[in-house]
């Protein structure tokens, strides 16, 4: 499809293992974001990339967390050492970026993560 | 320190009734602000845009205004269907292509 796609969609692990998360934005959009969303809470910024500049790290909570975009398109959001309290839905959203400010952002449905 | 506030708490209507949710911030100076819908197990989906020189803006049953003096926007869904049950999440711009997002408001439209 055109939209954003996410895997996988579901992730059950144990606490201490890493888990990759994967994200396929739409094509042609230069800015890519990353948040998380707790259990009937808004979305929590992680960290965006916008075409071949540094990302913002800004939001990401600790050092366990980092995140690569491949070649301007996907993208993979990696957790080491995981523990509870990471267990949350993981979204993905792309955008036109700077080749038109002001768009609205494209969101997957996410990956939901859960640490036991 | 910046601050986006919606009513945490679910708002119940009668279907064919109007829905208004607010949407408050402190401490922003939005150049625009986007709202959102989001159903259970999905991703939010873009619904409308507003520019601070724009004090109102349509698309079909919704309305939003914006009001940069008050600090406060208002989405509104008129002759609202339980279709329109979702969450409804406000997002401001925060410095070039990157929002910040509200707590956002579950709307329940009752038959």
């Known amino acids: 499809g055109a939209g954003v796609s996410q895997s996988p969609s579901n992730k059950v692990t144990e606490k201490g293992k890493d888990v990759e998360l994967r994200c396929d934005p739409i094509?042609?959009?230069?800015?890519l974001y990353w948040y998380r969303q707790s259990l009937g809470q808004g979305l929590e910024f992680l960290i965006y990339?916008?075409?071949?500049?540094?990302?913002?790290k800004s939001g990401l909570p600790s050092d366990r967390f980092s995140a690569e975009r491949t070649g301007g398109s996907v993208s993979t959001l990696t957790i080491q050492r995981t523990q509870q309290e990471d267990s949350a839905v993981y979204l993905c959203?792309?955008?036109?970026?700077?080749?038109?400010?002001?768009?609205?952002?494209?969101f997957g449905d996410g990956t939901r993560l859960s640490i036991l | 320190s910046q601050k986006i506030e919606q009513n945490s708490e679910a708002l119940n209507i009668q279907e064919g009734k109007t829905a208004t949710l607010t949407c408050n911030y402190t401490?922003?100076?939005?150049?625009?602000l986007q709202w959102y819908r989001q159903d259970p197990g999905r991703g939010p989906v873009f619904l409308l845009l507003?520019?601070?020189?724009?004090k109102e803006k349509r698309k079909e049953r919704l309305k939003v205004t914006f009001d940069t003096t008050l600090k406060q926007s208002l989405f509104h869904i008129t002759a609202s269907q339980p279709a329109d049950s979702a969450t409804y999440l406000c997002a401001l711009d925060n410095a070039g292509n990157m929002l910040t997002f509200g707590g956002g408001t579950r709307l329940m439209v009752k038959p």
């Open positions: 990339f916008q075409g071949n500049s540094a990302p913002d």
């Open positions: 959203a792309s955008s036109l970026g700077l080749r038109m400010p002001n768009q609205p952002q494209h």
């Open positions: 094509s042609g959009h230069t800015a």
């Open positions: 401490n922003y100076s939005p150049a625009y």
């Open positions: 507003i520019r601070e020189n724009e």
